[in-house]
């Protein structure tokens, strides 16, 4: 048997395919951990974006304590949890007067969300998050630039604060619009 100096080890034809043995993996939005796990992989790439990046890193956004929160609203919003409490649209007026917001990073922000969901997750549950989070972005935008809404679409937004007793709701819809003065 002859064997050529310049051939490379015998490779016994077309390497094998394996895509068979990872079929996709992704499943629906079941639970707080997933929950967590779309957090924390949203937020990484909105932080680390050339476009939202700037907004978070002028708000000195301290993520061990934002994280959480950010659990807290998803799982309430998803599940019904409790645990978030406060007005989710009004909590992003001090970073939007340091650094305005756009028409581009409400679409970069809603963009990048749903290419977050879709690349982890698949299912009812999962499709309610990206309609979730595009009527936030369409309300936070509509409060920040302080438009009124056309009238045949709610702006209103549900928000929780610490309940006054046993017994007695701690959610609060309210119609959200520009501060009076």
């Keep these: 048997m002859t064997t050529d100096p310049r051939a490379g080890p015998d490779e016994g034809g077309d390497a094998p395919c394996w895509a068979?043995?990872?079929?996709?993996?992704?499943?629906?939005?079941?639970?707080?951990?997933?929950?967590?796990?779309?957090?924390?992989?949203?937020y990484r790439d909105a932080a680390m974006d050339d476009l939202l990046g700037p907004i978070f890193h002028a708000a000195h956004v301290d993520w061990s304590v934002h994280i959480p929160k950010l659990v807290d609203f998803w799982s309430w919003q998803l599940f019904g949890e409790r645990g978030y409490e406060g007005n989710p649209l009004r909590a992003h007026e001090p970073s939007?007067?340091?650094?305005?917001?756009?028409?581009?990073?409400?679409?970069?922000?809603?963009?990048?969300?749903?290419?977050?969901v879709d690349a982890h997750f698949e299912g009812p549950r999962a499709e309610a998050a990206k309609?979730?989070?595009?009527?936030?972005a369409k309300a936070l935008r509509r409060l920040l630039e302080g438009d009124a809404a056309s009238g045949d679409e709610a702006v209103s937004v549900t928000f929780t604060t610490p309940a006054a007793g046993p017994g007695q709701p701690s959610t609060t819809g309210r119609r959200l619009g520009p501060r009076s003065k």
Excluded: K, N, Q, S
């Design 20 to 42: 068979h043995l990872f079929a996709d993996l992704r499943h629906d939005i079941v639970g707080r951990d997933d929950v967590g796990r779309l957090v924390v992989a949203f």
């Design 131 to 136: 309609a979730r989070a595009a009527r936030m």
């Design 96 to 116: 939007h007067a340091r650094t305005p917001f756009c028409p581009e990073h409400y679409e970069r922000w809603l963009d990048l969300f749903v290419e977050t």
